[in-house]
C-alpha cells in the first residue's frame, strides 16, 4: 500500500481580472443600425430612442447630466436594457424642430467608470437639420436642463 503525500504546486491568487478597460462606451458600429432612429434623422416621429453601445454601462444621474434641446414639456424616460439605452419621448415634439440631445458625463462604463465624452444625439421633425447659424453668419445655442429653465448659452 502506497501513501501519497499531496503538496502545493501552485501559489492561491484570486485572478486577475484580465487587462484593465480604459475606453468609454461607444455606439457599436458593428451592428447594422447601433441608433434607431438614426442619428441626424430627419422628419423625426419615433416615440423612442435605442441606442446600442459596445458594452454595458450605467446611466450617472441622467435628470442631471442630460441637456435637450429644445426642453421637451415632459421628461424623457430613460431605461437600459443589456447594452443598449432605451429614450422614450413622454411629450408632443415641435414640427419642424431639430433637438439635440447632450448626454454630459451621464454614460460610464460598468466596470471602470469611463465616462463618454461629447456624446449628442440629434434629430429633426422636419426635413433638414438646423445648423443654427443666422444670416450673419453668428451663432448662440442655448441649453435648458430639462425641469430647469436656466439658460446655458453656447454649451457645446
Known sequence: MSILVFSKCAQQMAPSGGIRDLYPPTLDTN????????????????KEIVLQFNEYFVLDKPTKNIIITPVPSQSPSYRIKGKKLIIGLESELKDSTTYTINFGDAIKDITE??????????FS??????????SKGEYARCFYKVGGGKCYRNAL
Do not use: H, Q, R, W
Open 113 to 122: 467608470g469611463n465616462v463618454t465624452k461629447n456624446f449628442n444625439y440629434v
Open 125 to 134: 421633425t422636419g426635413s433638414y437639420i438646423d445648423s443654427l447659424t443666422s
Open 31 to 46: 451592428k447594422l443600425n447601433p441608433a434607431i432612429p438614426s442619428n441626424f434623422s430627419t422628419n423625426f416621429e419615433a
